[in-house]
């Protein structure tokens, strides 16, 4: 599952990109993680929104944790009672220029970049909400894993086509969840010696 993903390019590139309107002062970095904030197109317009539901913990004694980031979505539990209402009704693209997977043994796991071809920007295929703790949040969709992808995970986010961007935002959730299938096109990898739990 992606636990990170970077957007290199400028607001107002991406804006321009995705025909919207950048809302101003938004504060996404260039590499996002679960928790942080990055940009989301939907509503015609683009604002920065904390990656990953809010899911309340309680410790050992039964008092209230700091709520964990729930950063993905699969698919098949999108019609689930978490993620069912967003899914009907407010759907995003999430614009990135790559996601990253860990590879390698364990405690020695290195970053793995890939990104579309040809694609300075691509959209991935997200649902968002509001939160008491957060304020709007989103969460990536998450599919099978391409043929491309093989070896490295075994899923993968939906990339949306710029053809199927529209549908996945104001298609029925029949419409939308046609889309949600493993990536057909090919995939550009990138194999670093970056360490992945660095931050």
Known sequence: ????????????????????????????????????????????????????????????????????????????????????????????????????????AKGSKTRTWLSVPGEDVFACAAIWRESDEWGPVYSLVMTDASEAMQGIHDRMPVILTPETREQWLKGSPEEALGLCKPYSGELAIDRTDQAWVGR
């Open 1 to 104: 599952m992606c636990n990170l993903y970077r957007m290199t390019r400028t607001v107002d590139e991406v804006a321009h990109l995705f025909g919207v309107e950048a809302q101003p002062g938004g504060n996404a970095g260039g590499e996002v993680y679960p928790g942080y904030p990055g940009w989301v197109v939907g509503q015609n317009r683009m604002k920065t929104m904390t990656w990953g539901f809010p899911l309340a913990l309680k410790g050992r004694d039964g008092r209230p944790l700091k709520p964990r980031p729930v950063n993905n979505t699969r698919t098949d539990k999108l019609g689930s009672g978490f993620w069912k209402a967003s899914f009907e009704r407010r759907r995003c693209l999430v614009p990135m220029t790559g996601f990253a997977e860990a590879e390698g």
